[in-house]
C-alpha cells in the first residue's frame, strides 16, 4: 500500500492534525504527485508560517509545476527559516538551488 493512501486516510480521520497532513504531503512528493500535495503543505505553512521543511516541498512542488516566481518565493523563505534555525545543510541546498534558478 503506497504511503499516501496510508496517510490520506488519517487525514480524513483527523483533518486538523498537522504531523498527518504534512506526512500526507511528504508522501505525495515522494511518489511524485507534488500537485496534490500543494495544499496540505499550505495548510501546514498556515498553521505554522515557522515551519522550514513545508516550505522547502512547496517550493519543489511549484518547481514542478514550472510555477518558478512561486517556488523562488517558498524557497527563500526556506531559506531564510534555514538560516535562522542554524539548518546548515537545508540552507546550502537552497541556496544551491535558488542559484540554479
Request: aromatic fraction near 4%; charged fraction near 20%.
Amino acid at each position: 500500500m503506497k504511503k499516501s493512501k496510508i496517510f490520506t486516510e488519517k487525514v480524513q480521520q483527523q483533518p486538523e492534525n498537522l504531523l498527518f497532513r504534512f506526512s500526507l504531503a511528504q508522501a505525495l512528493c515522494q511518489e511524485g504527485a507534488h500537485e496534490q500535495a500543494i495544499p496540505h503543505l499550505k495548510v501546514c505553512i498556515a498553521a505554522r508560517c515557522d515551519w522550514m521543511i513545508p516550505h522547502i516541498l512547496l517550493g519543489k512542488a511549484w518547481l514542478q509545476q514550472n510555477n518558478i516566481q512561486l517556488a523562488k518565493v517558498h524557497l527563500q523563505t526556506a531559506l531564510q527559516l534555514a538560516v535562522e534555525q542554524s539548518h546548515e545543510d537545508p540552507a546550502a541546498e537552497l541556496q544551491a538551488l535558488l542559484a540554479e534558478l
